[in-house]
T-cell receptor, first 111, second 114 residues
Framework: GENVEQHPSTLSVQEGDSAVIKCTYS??????FPWYKQELGKGPQLIID?????GEKKDQRIAVTLNKTAKHFSLHITETQPEDSAVYFC??????????FGAGTRLFVKA | DSGVTQTPKHLITATGQRVTLRCSPR?????VYWYQQSLDQGLQFLIQ???????AKGNILERFSAQQFPDLHSELNLSSLELGDSALYFC?????????????FGPGTRLTVL
């Protein structure tokens, strides 16, 4: 069946460094790719998303890139701060009723 | 604050019992999704409703059921509870169907089965 693979499962960086999380999807009909941040004890919150007609999107320190040919997309966080520490989930949606989430990446930003 | 509300925030119960989790979607959202998140696990999709009708089913156990009411709030019923049902249960909502929409998540209900 369709799935989304997310790597790495854990990522530790120094404050100020960049962090990159990568996802690969299997359903070529996927056309919407959101990223969520989940802090301890809270629900996932949307931080950025991209649709299939766009190759890159940026919002301040956060950017997402999409390669439809290779069926992968990535989250880039620059100038990381301790408050960026959280679990990040990628997802792929076909626009019907199916959104598949990746397994999550636990990001630690060391001060 | 996403605008999605869930009650209760915490629930402690015993094996074999039955509980009901409640979700109110964002104002105007017609779709409601339920997810289960066990300790250090990802989000497991359970079920989706759109405007009162079931639209998609994921890995939902037969002991679990859900419904969406005319006022669009939704309830997830968990029965014959087992220790392994202890988890965070999230509700999410989105505006439309047939279109890839952002899902907005509630704060979750933490269920502990003793």
């Amino acid at each position: 069946g369709e799935n989304v693979e997310q790597h790495p499962s854990t990522l530790s960086v120094q404050e100020g460094d960049s962090a990159v999380i990568k996802c690969t999807y299997s359903d070529s009909a996927s056309n919407y790719f959101p990223w969520y941040k989940q802090e301890l004890g809270k629900g996932p919150q949307l931080i950025i998303d991209i649709r299939s007609n766009v190759g890159e999107k940026k919002d301040q320190r956060i950017a997402v890139t999409l390669n439809k040919t290779a069926k992968h997309f990535s989250l880039h966080i620059t100038e990381t701060q301790p408050e960026d520490s959280a679990v990040y989930f990628c997802a792929a949606s076909t626009g019907g009723f199916k959104t598949i989430f990746g397994a999550g990446t636990r990001l630690f930003v060391k001060a | 604050d996403s605008g999605v509300t869930q009650t209760p925030k915490h629930l402690i119960t015993a094996t074999g019992q039955r509980v009901t989790l409640r979700c109110s979607p964002r104002s105007g959202d017609l779709s409601v999704y339920w997810y289960q998140q066990s300790l250090d696990q990802g989000l497991q999709f359970l079920i989706q409703y759109y405007n009162g009708e079931e639209r998609a089913k994921g890995n939902i156990l037969e002991r679990f059921s859900a419904q969406q009411f005319p006022d669009l709030h939704s309830e997830l019923n968990l029965s014959s509870l087992e220790l392994g049902d202890s988890a965070l249960y999230f509700c999410a909502s989105s505006p439309r169907r047939g279109i890839a929409d952002t899902q907005y998540f509630g704060p979750g209900t933490r269920l502990t089965v003793l």
